[in-house]
């Protein structure tokens, strides 16, 4: 149990359009859904914490304008990039916790997104 | 200084040896510490959980936790050439926000 997917796997863009990425718990729900960054050879970076049905909660220094989290059902949650630039080019990968008082996370298997 | 901290490595080691991996961490407030796998170019996938201090095996690894020098450790036996992966260490104080160490790139020759 405890499977989290994501789509698309990888996405190549032209910059200034936009890219959704999707984030599903497969197996259970989710109460919270997690967005992290991970540049080569670096640790994640959380982005933004979204709870279902709320506003996301945005580290300090991520643009929630650029970053748009969506988190419509306790399976769902979606990223998009909008106006995207080459800067934005990473590994974007999802989480999911199962609920308070384990803290444990399920990461999903990632989408690296390439702007050119 | 970083909250979390873990030697980025790369460790190497043949195959059948027993590997150690170790994080430290400043914030006294976190409760719970986990392991991630992490092959190139995919997600992590969680290894181990452990709550407070202590120790915890399955089957290969065994996580331990000191508190009290704030220092984790995972413990690979037999490491086999398919454990060639990035290992992160992940803590929480609660609310499920995790800190993440840099991560150890582990090699494993056959």
């Known amino acids: 149990g405890a499977v989290v997917s994501q789509h698309p796997s990888w996405v190549i863009c032209k910059s200034g359009t936009s890219v959704k990425i999707e984030c599903r718990s497969l197996?259970?729900?989710?109460?919270?859904m997690f967005w992290y960054r991970q540049f080569p050879k670096q640790s994640l970076m959380l982005m933004a914490t979204s709870n279902e049905g709320s506003k996301a909660t945005y580290e300090q220094g991520v643009e929630k304008d650029k970053f748009l989290i969506n988190h419509a059902s306790l399976t769902l949650s979606t990223l998009t990039v909008t106006s995207a630039h080459p800067e934005d080019s990473s590994f974007y990968i999802c989480s999911a916790g199962r609920g308070q008082g384990t803290d444990t996370q399920y990461f999903g298997p990632g989408t690296r997104l390439t702007v050119l | 200084q970083k909250e979390v901290e873990q030697d980025p490595g790369p460790l190497s080691v043949p195959e059948g040896a027993i590997v150690s991996l170790n994080c430290t961490y400043s914030n006294s407030a976190f409760q719970y510490f986990m392991w991630y796998r992490q092959y190139s170019r995919k997600g992590p996938e969680l290894l181990m959980y452990t709550y407070s201090s202590g120790n915890k095996e399955d089957g290969r690894f065994t996580a331990q936790v000191d508190k009290s020098s704030k220092y984790i450790s995972l413990f690979i036996r037999d490491s086999q050439p398919s454990d060639s992966a990035t290992y992160l260490c992940a803590m929480s104080a609660g609310f499920q926000k995790l800190v993440f160490g840099t991560g150890t790139r582990l090699l494993v020759s056959p």
């Open positions: 197996d259970f729900q989710a109460t919270t």
